[in-house]
């Protein structure tokens, strides 16, 4: 009786319309209120105590809270950066942030689709291969993501499948609405709970992308299912921006808000009123236009986000917090009285020092899919913050590695010349990953300039499987060593096909996810550059791997393999000593690479091609 006179006091007090102060106060009486009533000596209240304590540490913990970034117009708006940057100025604030990314493709996941037309597959820790976006993410939050903070059609309807097959619908006829939705929603709220910064409890925000436009075909069940969403969380945990185009007609030269009044239109049709929009626009917005599209989409003047064009894309988190976006997002979310005044000194600082960069190194990125950057958009960004921590700006020239290859000079010969030209005026040379036969010869040629001429090299998977061919034919004199990758019939196989691999499915059959390669020479460049760690996890996606029946030869003729796996088996790491930089890794360095924290192969390319590598490393030695 004492406890339920108790607790009913409380809850009258709090409930009722007393001033801040007073209302506080109770409330934290009630915190209080299990360790006042176990110092009465009733076993009754002893144990109500228990579980009154037990139920207000339930009701205090937050719900999470749901920030949803669709796009519309037209596709290609920069959704991924929006989102990534809404995240950074929300962390500034004091939130927990994650991330998730929606494609309504019916692929199981992009480990399968072509870099021309999806840009780069991106690798987790976990062997998740994702859509490049979560890449931004991951440099922009600096969190580790999960294969699941990535949805697709494809994902959705297999799980639905197969809990049809295992009978879990009990016979009922299987349909998008209310099988296909709830999985999405089912999904959507177990992965933004995973935490992904390190910390054992789950984020504050989950930050969800939608791909593609709005009145996409394919995207209708998400949108459905984020629409009920929104109804079951509640509209305090609930905020949803729309990124739209802004267009100028050349012959007008007015800013046009008709696109994105369509756009708006169909998304409220469609069950979503967006509480923000976010317009891409070359040029700041005029008043009149924000005006207009207030009136238009029904959305305050002041939850219209302009963001226009800017120098680096490090300032768009800086747009948006200049804007007041954090304060808009966090009072539609109710979090106003827990998030601080966003601190983003560290971005800003970053994104000054950028600009006010003079000097630039020449970096000849020799691949195969250099017609759509996007394919290496990881390498370029890890460049990009190698080159920052060397107070220099990337001037990244692209070589179709095809170009360099002798039947191009009969061919294209104008082609030929200028791709040589390219590369014989680099300071460094970057061949990276890549499948398949095409262009082959031609990185085989840039490599070995590369060594002939001390030109700093790094290579990357099939970058250090060339390194090792080459050197194999020009100095080992095997002119018939090959991959099995590109001739079956070779004798010399210095490359082969992995054991465990696939030869038949594509997807998701490598070696994939986060590996540890350990140092077998302590005192090595890429061991020094690794702050003279014994070992390290990077991120790896390959089929083929350095044959170990060659390693010895291959070694006897001057090339190390410094790095190795855990059996000794696999060549992880490779130098030329002698030379100012030449490394070839099979993992991919750029995965983990960090704004403020640049991978280490790409540091001591950028460091040799600057000649400041020995003086880092002499640095690095005496561990400061």
Same mark, same amino acid.
């Given at each position: ?117 999806? +840009? ?14 979560? +890449? ?489």
């Amino acid at each position: 009786m004492l406890f339920n006179s108790l607790l009913k006091t409380t809850t009258i007090l709090s409930l009722s319309s007393y001033p801040t102060t007073t209302i506080s106060r109770s409330r934290h009486f009630i915190k209080q209120l299990p360790y006042i009533i176990s110092r009465f000596s009733y076993p009754s209240c002893k144990t109500s105590a228990r579980q009154l304590n037990l139920k207000i540490q339930k009701n205090n913990k937050r719900d999470m809270k749901y920030v949803l970034v669709t796009g519309g117009v037209v596709s290609g708006l920069g959704k991924g950066v929006t989102a990534s940057s809404i995240g950074v100025v929300l962390k500034a604030c004091g939130i927990r942030v994650t991330s998730i990314k929606i494609d309504p493709y019916l692929n199981t996941d992009a480990g399968t689709m072509s870099p021309f037309e999806h +840009g780069e597959v991106f690798v987790l820790d976990d062997g998740g291969e994702v859509d490049l976006d979560l +890449g931004n993410y991951e440099r922009f939050l600096d969190v580790t993501l999960t294969r699941d903070n990535n949805i697709t059609t494809g994902k959705i309807y297999q799980s639905v499948l197969e809990r049809e097959r295992k009978g879990d619908y009990l016979g009922k006829t299987v349909q998008v609405v209310p099988h296909i939705t709830d999985a999405i929603k089912e999904w959507i709220q177990r992965v933004a709970n995973i935490s992904v910064d390190g910390k054992d409890e789950a984020a504050d925000v989950c930050v969800i992308e939608l791909g593609g436009t709005v009145g996409d075909i394919e995207s209708m069940p998400f949108i459905e299912a984020l629409r009920q969403l929104s109804f079951t969380v509640g509209k305090d945990n609930f905020c949803l921006i729309h990124v739209s185009l802004i267009p100028v007609l050349g012959v007008v030269g007015e800013q046009k808000t008709k696109p994105t009044q369509h756009s708006v239109r169909e998304l409220r049709a469609l069950g979503l009123t967006p509480h923000l929009l976010a317009c891409r626009s070359a040029q700041p917005l005029l008043d009149n236009t924000k005006e207009k599209l207030s009136q238009f989409c029904h959305v305050p003047a002041e939850n219209i986000l302009n963001v226009h064009d800017v120098p680096n894309i490090w300032h768009v988190p800086l747009l948006l917090k200049n804007q007041n976006a954090h304060f808009a997002i966090l009072r539609q979310l109710n979090l106003l009285d827990v998030a601080a005044p966003p601190n983003l000194h560290e971005w800003t600082n970053r994104a000054e020092t950028f600009d006010n960069l003079t000097n630039s190194v020449r970096i000849a990125m020799v691949g195969k899919y250099v017609g759509l950057t996007d394919s290496y958009l990881s390498v370029v960004k890890a460049l990009l913050h190698a080159c920052i921590a060397c107070s220099m700006k990337p001037t990244i020239d692209w070589v179709a590695a095809s170009d360099l290859e002798d039947e191009s000079a009969k061919s294209t010969p104008d082609a030929h010349a200028s791709a040589w030209k390219t590369l014989k005026n680099a300071s460094c040379v970057l061949v990276p990953g890549g499948f398949g036969d095409r262009g082959v010869n031609g990185m085989i040629l840039a490599a070995k300039y590369a060594r002939e001429n001390k030109v700093p090299y790094l290579g990357i998977c099939l970058g250090m499987q060339i390194s090792v061919i080459e050197f194999a034919r020009s100095v080992l004199g095997w002119e018939n060593a090959d991959s099995e990758e590109f001739v079956e019939g070779a004798s010399n196989h210095v490359v082969k096909f992995m054991p465990e691999g696939s030869r038949t499915h594509m997807g998701n059959t490598m070696r994939l996810g986060s590996r540890r390669t350990l140092f077998q020479t302590p005192h090595c460049v890429t061991a020094n550059l690794y702050c003279n760690s014994k070992f390290v996890d990077e991120r790896h996606r390959h089929r083929y791997e350095v044959n170990p029946n060659f390693v010895g030869a291959l070694e006897d003729g001057g090339l190390k393999f410094v790095g190795r796996d855990d059996t000794g088996e696999r060549m992880e790491i490779l130098e030329l000593p002698g030379h100012p930089y030449y490394v070839g890794v099979q993992f991919h360095p750029e995965f983990k690479s960090r704004p403020g924290r640049p991978s280490a192969p790409f540091l001591g390319l950028i460091l040799a091609a600057t000649k400041q590598l020995e003086r880092h490393l002499k640095t690095c030695e005496n561990g400061s």
